[in-house]
T-cell receptor, first 112, second 114 residues
């Protein structure tokens, strides 16, 4: 069963604008991860946020986690053309933290 | 070295062929993974190895056979595949499975079954 659902499915913005992607999940989790995937390539880990954290920053990335609403958001500030990629949230399984389930992903296009 | 390498990059095989995908990491990670990803879809977990032992098999058909010869290497043996098995196969590794740990992904092998 799909654990994470993301919206929007696709997002197109201009360079310099901010991009916000949302992820909702169904069951209780102790952490949530975000990954980026450039077209047809491997995934790159961006941020891991634990259930006792509300917000986390890494460079131009800001991730929030609301466990009461079972949702997370990824904000990319001052976007660049190089940020064009698919972004996935990933949640761990109940019995195994290594059993990641990925959301459907958001395809972000940043136009120069 | 934070790289996971995968060979080959591309593979075309017939339904009666036997082939293998290879994955290697030198980060000292004790967990390794195989994922399958169809176009415009998220990766789906296939297998997890922990300390060179198979710990998770997500009900993958037996025509896919994983092998972990040592802590740095992971193979996926393919036999009698179907056209619907065409996909990007991704290998990943992490420090362990008890986590939470970030996973490091290889670039993938693009498999086409004809």
């Amino acid at each position: 069963s799909q654990q994470g659902e993301e919206d929007p499915q696709a997002l197109s913005i201009q360079e310099g604008e901010n991009a916000t992607m949302n992820c909702s999940y169904k069951t209780s989790i102790n952490n949530l991860q975000w990954y980026r995937q450039n077209s047809g390539r491997g995934l790159v880990h961006l941020i891991l946020i634990r259930s006792n954290e509300r917000e986390k920053h890494s460079g131009r990335l800001r991730v929030t986690l609301d466990t009461s609403k079972k949702s997370s958001s990824l904000l990319i500030t001052a976007s660049r053309a190089a940020d064009t990629a698919s972004y996935f949230c990933a949640t761990p399984g109940r019995t195994s933290g290594s059993r990641l389930t990925f959301g459907e992903g958001t395809q972000l296009t940043v136009n120069p | 070295d934070t790289e996971v390498t995968q060979t080959p990059k591309h593979l075309v095989m017939g339904m009666t062929n036997k082939k293998s995908l290879k994955c290697e990491q030198h980060m000292g990670h004790r967990a390794m993974y195989w994922y399958k990803q169809k176009a415009k879809k998220p990766p789906e977990l296939m297998f997890v190895y922990s300390y060179e032992k198979l710990s998770i098999n997500e009900s993958v058909p037996s025509r896919f056979s994983p092998e972990c010869p040592n802590s740095s290497l992971l193979n996926l043996h393919l036999h009698a595949l179907q056209p619907e098995d065409s996909a990007l196969y991704l290998c990943a590794s992490s420090q362990g499975t008890e986590g939470p740990y970030e996973q490091y992904f290889g670039p993938g092998t693009r498999l086409t079954v004809t």
